[in-house]
């Protein structure tokens, strides 16, 4: 939590989360679908509202924020004048994920660089599966199980506590969103290689992606004599071009709600939802 206050303060979204956002927002060129209702999740540090409100300028836009913190910075960011609404057509709403209404449905649930924060993936693409209209499309983006790889190996050769928590492979985020009733799933990731000329800015981005949120980080405050031999050690991390690097591996995610299929039972129990969906997809 102490992480979300913070980077609820800062007056946008990380900068490598912006950067995400427009690569995302890329590959909805491909997608021919053109939904009329979109829920960003955890819009403010998702950073992908302004490409959202472009692509689908007839959208409804939904923004839902799962903490406080970022629910009242959201509703900042998107407060305007009532003349700016009349010009600019509906205004976005923002609300906490318990104020969406239980019918309540989207074209498109696009979620940037929010994945890898939760610890129980079946339980939020659960949530996100209801949240979905049928045959609409989920869109996301997370970090990888090989992100900051050398900044771990750096901590594990000095018996540090781990400097980030274990993510999920790509592959088994896969599984789990079959298992969550998703379909065609495809999964794709790519490397970014950032680098630094110093230490100290390196960390300074680091927290402005958040910082450690591993379970097993270190509880405690460190001392002046720590921080000391931390930056001497990231000296570690120096290239051949003598800058500081660091890998991000970038997970990228997209599938469509489908249809629910129906067991044959002696009796079975239709939703109106499911029999209006049945209808639609059999016309």
Known sequence: MRQVRRLAQAEGAPWLHEEVAKRMAERLSFIKMQPKSV????????GGAAALAQIYPQ???V???PHADLLLRSLQQHKKPWWQVLARGKPVQVLAPEALAADQQFDLLWANMALHAYA?????????HRGLA???FVMFSCLGPDSF???RQLYAARSWSRPGPEWWDMHDIGDLMVQAGFAEPVMDQERLTLTWAEPQAMLKDLRALGGNIAP???AGCRGRAWQRDLLLALEDLRGPDGRLKLTVELVYGHAIKPVPNLRVTPEASLSLDQMRAMIQ???
């Open 39 to 46: 829920l960003q999740w955890s819009a403010f540090l998702g």
């Open 63 to 65: 923004c839902v924020e």
């Open 120 to 128: 129980d993936l079946p339980q939020i693409l659960a949530l996100w």
């Open 134 to 136: 049928t045959d609409g």
């Open 216 to 218: 097993m980080r270190f």
């Open 59 to 61: 959208a409804q836009q």
């Open 281 to 283: 997809k059999t016309r």
């Open 149 to 151: 790889v050398e900044l």
